[in-house]
């Protein structure tokens, strides 16, 4: 993984494109995925000042999210999700 996560772009030039694959929607839903966790996370109480998500894709045109975040904020993150579970299991 790059521990690059300053730019916000996709980034074609990290993998070679399979023709009819749509990477672009894959990487819509990386962003939109980035920007529900860190509100949900602000609405948690949890200080998102430190938290860096960037979206990309996977080789199948899947949504992947990196995410970086201070260890404090981890550990509340882990906190909120412990005491308030949050029907987490398979993706849909």
Known sequence: MDPD???E????????WVRGVDYVAGWRSATDAAAEL?????????????VAAKA??????SGVLR???PVDTALALA???RTRPLGLGKAG
């Open 56 to 61: 990309g894709t996977g080789p199948d045109g």
């Open 79 to 81: 906190k909120v999700a």
């Open 38 to 50: 860190t509100i949900a996370m602000a609405e948690a109480g949890i200080d998102t000042s430190g």
């Open 9 to 16: 772009a996709l980034e074609p030039d990290g993998w070679i």
């Open 5 to 7: 996560f300053d730019g």
């Open 67 to 69: 995410l970086s975040l």
